[in-house]
């Protein structure tokens, strides 16, 4: 098998994962934003032990992740040196819907 030469190499980044900036401009609380590293973490995540609030002794890796959403540019760049030409981002829904009271159409088709 052969790749086209027009394909598209590129790099995709999910944002619980990378996004940092939790709590700027107005962006609400994700579930993943009040779950802790560490020993509990997996617990939390199933639903055997609740976390809904922000224990300041404890690390949270959604907080900084790696902080694309202060070096967006540098990381952009990045994928650009590595000859990609297409990137695929996500974005949290809690900053598009802060207070999760987003209405969705109902779609027939």
């Not at 401009?25 to 779950?35: A, E, N, R, T």
């Amino acid at each position: 098998m052969t790749i086209r030469n027009d394909f598209l190499w590129g790099g995709a980044t999910s944002a619980n994962q990378y996004e940092g900036g939790y709590n700027l401009d107005g962006k609400g609380l994700s579930s993943m934003d009040i779950v802790p590293s560490g020993n509990t973490r997996s617990d939390i995540i199933q639903g055997y032990l609740n976390s809904f609030s922000i224990d300041n002794h404890l690390y949270y890796p959604t907080h900084k992740a790696v902080d694309f959403y202060h070096r967006y540019q540098e990381d952009i760049a990045l994928f650009s040196e590595m000859g990609f030409k297409a990137y695929r981002l996500s974005i949290s829904w809690t900053r598009i819907f802060p207070n999760g009271n987003a209405y969705f159409l109902r779609v027939s088709l």
